[in-house]
């Protein structure tokens, strides 16, 4: 998960470096990349690291968000595929049922 790398960043050159590649690598336009990356050369120390930590934060939020959304979605298919199952075993049953009937 990423926010365990983000968590394991502790000298302030590290989450210089990764604020600089998230900022590289989001889609928006080189005018605001420059804008920010050089914003990042202006801020203090207080500062970049409460952008870190606001970031970090930020990325949690998703992840967790995320892990939620996973858990949810294998409850549903779990509890999809035994509802399936009982309805094949209660139809087996019944077919059972028939042939002995009819024997």
């Not at 120390?45 to 995320?66: A, C, Q």
């Amino acid at each position: 998960m990423l926010i365990n790398f983000l968590r394991k960043q502790n000298e302030l050159s590290k989450k210089k470096k990764v604020l600089l590649t998230m900022i590289k690598n989001i889609k928006i336009s080189e005018n605001q990349k420059e804008l920010y990356i050089n914003t990042l050369d202006i801020l203090d120390e207080k500062w970049l690291d409460n952008l870190y930590k606001s970031v970090r934060s930020f990325v949690e939020e998703i992840e967790m968000t995320e892990i939620k959304n996973i858990s949810k979605d294998n409850f549903s298919t779990i509890s999809w595929l035994r509802k399936k199952e009982a309805t094949e075993k209660q139809k087996e049953i019944n077919s059972f049922s028939f042939l002995l009937s009819n024997i």
